[in-house]
């Protein structure tokens, strides 16, 4: 059974900067493609970065670019996201979520199997 569990959100001010972390159970992760994804009242879920378990491989969407970075621990079985330059427009729920998958490429949202129940990041102007 896998578990994810996000921690780490919190209240910032605009420029700021958060770690939000992505503690995995259940197996181990070297085949997977995990990913942090966010959702804001109102909006539909999307996507912010994945990165292979196995660290060569690291996705972002286009509005966190060079402003996030995703990472992972593998003694530690967790994943992270550093946050800078936060914006209000970054305000959501922030959620981790994990895929087997050998094939290269980013999954879709839909393809991802396990979700943790997500963290609040809330940035104010």
């Known amino acids: 059974q896998v578990q994810l569990v996000e921690s780490g959100g919190g209240l910032v001010q605009a420029g700021g900067s958060l770690r939000l972390s992505c503690a995995a159970f259940g197996r181990t992760f070297s085949n997977y493609v995990m990913g942090w994804f966010r959702q804001a009242p109102g909006k539909e879920r999307e996507f912010v970065a994945a990165?292979?378990?196995?660290?060569?491989?690291?996705y972002y969407a286009d509005s966190v670019k060079g402003r996030f970075t995703i990472s992972r621990d593998s003694a530690e079985n967790t994943m992270y996201l550093q946050m800078n330059s936060l914006k209000p427009e970054d305000t959501a729920v922030y959620y981790c979520?994990?895929?087997?998958?050998?094939?290269?490429?980013?999954?879709?949202?839909?393809?991802?199997?396990?979700w943790g129940q997500g963290t609040q990041v809330t940035v104010s102007s």
């Open positions: 979520a994990a895929v087997l998958r050998v094939r290269p490429g980013v999954p879709t949202t839909g393809e991802y199997d396990y």
């Open positions: 990165i292979r378990w196995s660290g060569t491989s690291t």
